[in-house]
């Protein structure tokens, strides 16, 4: 069965930097398109953060974190991880991976079957 497991999360100052990590299992990954995607409070709807194709070769992120995210896979390790630096406090939230098989990569909820349980980041001022 596949499995999504997150990593990385945790307390920063604004204007620092995290890392999370996704670790794939059960299946191989190489042909599903993997994404990012955050709650900031509880009751809302997770909302798109980043995107990578099933190849890498092609990413797509929200205006609200470009160029301060970079998302990237290692497809040999079946693991996707977020970059985030200038972190701000309105990033705080519980970060989401997601996959599905696809080609090119999806930047709706409903894009994706499989997910993660989510990591917490928190930003403070």
């Known amino acids: 069965q596949e499995r999504l497991v997150e990593s990385g999360g945790g307390l920063v100052q604004a204007g620092g930097s995290l890392r999370l990590c996704c670790a794939a299992?059960?299946?191989?990954?190489?042909?599903?398109?993997m994404g990012w995607f955050r709650r900031q409070a509880p009751g809302k709807e997770r909302e798109f953060v980043a995107a990578i194709s099933s190849s890498g070769g092609s990413t797509v992120y929200a205006d609200s974190v470009k160029g301060r995210f970079t998302i990237s896979r290692d497809s040999a390790k079946n693991t996707v991880c977020l970059q985030m630096n200038s972190l701000k406090t309105e990033d705080t939230a519980d970060y989401y991976c997601?996959?599905?098989?696809?080609?090119?990569?999806?930047?709706?909820?409903?894009?994706?079957?499989?997910w993660g349980q989510g990591t917490q980041v928190t930003v403070s001022p």
């Open positions: 997601a996959a599905e098989r696809r080609t090119r990569p999806g930047i709706d909820y409903s894009d994706y079957s499989i």
């Open positions: 299992s059960g299946r191989t990954f190489s042909s599903y398109s």
